[in-house]
T-cell receptor, first 112, second 110 residues
Framework: QQKVQQSPESLIVPEGGMASLNCTSSDRNVDYFWWYRQHSGKSPKMLMSIFSNGEKEEGRFTVHLNKASLHTSLHIRDSQPSDSALYLC????????????FGLGTTLQVQP | EAAVTQSPRNKVTVTGGNVTLSCRQT?????MYWYRQDTGHGLRLIHY???????QIGDVPDGYKATRTTQEDFFLLLELASPSQTSLYFC?????????FGKGTRLTVV
């Protein structure tokens, strides 16, 4: 069973629209979360990290974290075609931040 | 930006063959990782290390060995390659809160 579950599996939004991606862990030992973005044929690159309850905003990207429910979400406003990519959620286990567990990802397509 | 270099970028080998994938990072990062990425399975951790001479077992270690010879170099060894090991392999390094990935090695076992 995947310890990090992402939804939806795929998402299509119009250019300029809002994309919302979800990630939940079933492992109570998870503490920190990251969001990575992987364009087709490229390697994953970190987009944002969140370690505390609440919200964090960087430009068009906002992440939320609820540690009680081990749920994080990524929101992309004013989506651009260049945002089309695979979005990966990753989590680390308490006391072992060196080991990341990845979800299967959400494929986002932004239509012009 | 942190540099993680993998070689080769593409490799084709036969079933039962011997393959070594190489990874070098020049960031002085402590942690290095080997992942494989497959459709339907996502990124799965094979082995990782937190320093020269150290090796930690990941989530899918069967059929793989790894060695961390220096702070910079981490190798993944497939001694009896099987078609199930056909995959895209990523090496990565990290120091604390961010993992940097190499460009990947596409391995095909025929």
């Amino acid at each position: 069973q995947q310890k990090v579950q992402q939804s939806p599996e795929s998402l299509i939004v119009p250019e300029g629209g809002m994309a919302s991606l979800n990630c939940t862990s079933s492992d109570r030992n998870v503490d920190y979360f990251w969001w990575y973005r992987q364009h087709s044929g490229k390697s994953p690159k970190m987009l944002m990290s969140i370690f505390s309850n609440g919200e964090k905003e960087e430009g068009r990207f906002t992440v939320h974290l609820n540690k009680a429910s081990l749920h994080t979400s990524l929101h992309i406003r004013d989506s651009q075609p260049s945002d089309s990519a695979l979005y990966l959620c990753a989590a680390s286990i308490t006391g072992n931040t060196g080991k990341l567990i990845f979800g299967l990802g959400t494929t986002l397509q932004v239509q012009p | 930006e942190a540099a993680v270099t993998q070689s080769p970028r593409n490799k084709v080998t036969v079933t039962g063959g011997n393959v070594t994938l190489s990874c070098r990072q020049t960031n002085s990062h402590n942690y290095m990782y080997w992942y494989r990425q497959d459709t339907g399975h996502g990124l799965r951790l094979i082995h990782y290390s937190y320093g020269a001479g150290n090796l930690q077992i990941g989530d899918v270690p069967d059929g793989y060995k790894a060695t961390r010879t220096t702070q910079e170099d981490f190798f993944l060894l497939l001694e009896l390659a099987s078609p199930s090991q056909t995959s895209l392999y990523f090496c990565a390094s990290s120091v604390s809160t961010e993992v940097f990935f190499g460009k990947g090695t596409r391995l095909t076992v025929v």
